[in-house]
């Protein structure tokens, strides 16, 4: 959803900017760690990878998913960011994108440029990001976990976005839509492309795992390598040996510290599934009439390529919707949605700092200058 | 430039061979091991090419040479100064590496910053940089499209701005990683002339034999992450059993003894 | 959106205004967008005002106004959003033709429409008439940070690469008799994805080395670009939001 002028006030815009700006300069000095700076200069790596990843990004959103009868939709690709590269190198990735979109496409306003790095940036990429991390702690260690996480990570990024937006609309929004009513609208149509969104990231990540499961960020754990010395037979032969390995296994050094952590992760992730299953379940009860401006609307990104011809707006009716009911619930589940970010972002810090702590037992926070570089 | 490695020069330079190799054995993060422990020499100013076919690891050998790779075990030495983290920048500056797709190579907007960038990172700024920048095309005739951006250069163009890009750095020994791929003829012959006229120390990965033959009186093989041959390109190419157990096939009609082959 | 990207905005003719250095362009339009986005709705005329004076500008940037007309196209979906607007929103209703609408809902559209449409209109004049390395050396002068610059401009340099890539994977798809129709085929396309992922970052790798290999410690050498703007191409560039500032005062004091 690329907010264009004029939509949020010009205050909230503002607003918006500073925290895009922000959540920008955390993330430039995040994704140096996240991509490994290669043999000792720090950082090196960050512009030529992120700038590949983000012309990924680019390229993937112009990759359409044909959803029924000619209409298509496309990824949005923040948790598949996120997963892939992690979550700073994923806000930088996914805001590059809708600064260059913004400058050089004229798709999403200048001024709404922080509102859109803010709320399809920062926030898709962080909810999928805690989320993904917290599922990989309770499921078990095999690849089938890593497909089911991505598929939930980037199932509740979107409609979580889609609530940041109605926050966001609610503080500085241009017209009096009741709340109740863009809320209805956006998550719900936001939980369909959800759905999208998490079986596209899910299969994406899938096809990642097989091939090259080091390139997914947050599952990057188990590698070891033992060097092996064969004879050439130009030199005189020697008996086969077994040089001193680069990197040695550290699994087994981790797995107290990884079990303590356990408990926090799982009381962590039972907030997170319970603000998951209340959006879901808030979304699927709503009245019928929701779902009609949900599936119908154009405001959402799915439909916008056809929203025009495809949506009869004459025959428009929106009848009266059980406004009470609908703004009753409303502020429970924005809590939801806030205590979920919240909750994500706990828990990135909670594993930043342990990790600072027992720094050395953590294959991420170690990774060898050379391990990182490929053929 | 080097001062700080000037005592890594013993003082008859031209002894000292540009490029050793001891004893490297490399291993990928996934497990994959390249290299099984190899071992070679160039010496200045000579021109050798590296044979293999596809997964013997050359291009795993070359990362090493410029200290992108750091050995599992073994040694990397150019001209005298070690392959270690210390004279990275100066290592990086002697060997100048053309990679096999020049859309890797060149990723600055146009192809004057991107010949540019070498010298300009080992600090070289105005009118000496602009000296350096148009002397590289110069040698490789491609003066005239400085202002252009890579991606609108022909294949063959491009491959020649990413030779400048290298040159440009005045490197000590030359690395070119399969130089005449996806190259037409007359593209490939325009790049042989390019390079048999350079007065650098060459190494060439290649499994273009002609090529080879042309270019490098002298070849190694690399085969299963070990050195297993080297002598003159003539003697390799001709025998035939060397050249079927590494999958290494001569184009039909080609016999390698009817060639004149350069001396070393 | 989608497909609309591929296309090229930049129309390359010789005019004052493509004369004019970037970051200049960029400041002015940037100014003008925030002007229009803190004009208060109820001030018909002055939107009229701003897109009179941004005709003026394409007039004189000899863009072609179809051009600029077709590329404005993107902002459709908000249109139709915006035609959404007075029938669901709150507050004392005005019947037309029969349908019951809001009246702050019309105004909220209005709002929206006119707003988003002079900012679409401002971008895409900017980016008609700025070549893609001058605005992302534009916006390197007006001080984004160097590393963000660096990404913007691997982003730039690669999209067409990658976009490439992807499309070649879709022409070997189609050759092997392969064609999306629905979700049935999602599996497919998204190990597409996932191989153009691996592609992209091996790619990204191999860049990385390449520049390693060439002494590349983390920051770009300095462009080679022209200078700093002088005054009066400020001055120049000025002209839009300073017009625009008038008729944002003005709009506010009626």
Redesign the interface.
Known sequence: MHVPDGFIDAPVSAGTGVLAAVAVAASLRGARRELGGGLGEAGERTAPLAGLVAAFIFAVQMLNFPVAAGTSGHLLGGALAAILVGPCTGVLCVSVVLLLQGVLFADGGLTALGTNITDMGVVTVLVAYGLFRALLRVLPRRRSAVTVASFVAALVSVPAAAVAFTALYALGGTTDVSLGKVFAAMVGVHVLIGVGEAVITAATVGAVVAVRPDLVYAARDRLSVRLELRPSPLAPADEPTTAAPHEQESASAKAPSRRSARSLWLAGLAVTVVCAGGLSFYASASPDGLEKVAADNGIDEKAEDHAAEDSPLADYGVGDIANARLSGGLAGVIGAGATLAVGSGVFVVLRRRRRGVDGSASTEAQQPADVSTER | MDSVNRAAYPADGAAVPSLEVRGLAYAYPDGHQALFGVDLTVERGRRVALLGPNGAGKTTLVLHLNGILTPGAGSVTVAGLPATRANLAEIRRRVGIVFQDPDDQLFMPTVREDVAFGPAAAGLRGAQLQERVEEALERVGMAEHAHRAPHHLSFGQRRRVAVATVLASRPEILVLDEPSSNLDPAARRELADLLGALDVTVLMVTHDLPYALQLCPRSVVLGDGVLVADGTTQELLSDAELMRAHRLELPFGFDPRSVTAPVA | ??????HK?YKDVRSPVHALPAHCK?AA??CF??L???TP?EAVWAFGAYAVLLAAVAAVSRVPPRHLLT??A????????A???P?????ERVTVLGVSLSE??L???W??L???T???A???L??STTG??A??LG?ARLRM?P??C??????????????E??RRMRTARVSRGFE????R???V??????????R???????????????????T?????GDGPAARAQWARSAALPLAALAICVTGWTL
């Open positions: 959106m989608g497909a609309g990207h591929a905005l960029l339009v940037f967008v925030v229009v986005v803190v709705r590329r404005m993107i902002e459709v979906p908000f249109v139709a959003f035609v959404l607007l029938l669901v929103a709150e507050g702050s809902g105004w909220g559209a709002n929206v006119a707003k988003g002079l900012g679409v401002a971008s895409v900017l980016a893609l390395n605005l992302l916006l940070p590393l963000l660096q990404i913007a401009t691997f982003m730039v340099r690669y999209a067409d690469v990658i976009s890539e992807m999306a129709r629905g979700p085929h999602w599996a396309l998204a190990k597409s994805a996932g191989s153009l992922f691996i992209s970052y091996e790619r990204g790798e191999r860049v990385h080395l390449a520049m390693l290999s060439r002494g590349y410690t983390g770009m050498p300095p462009a080679l």
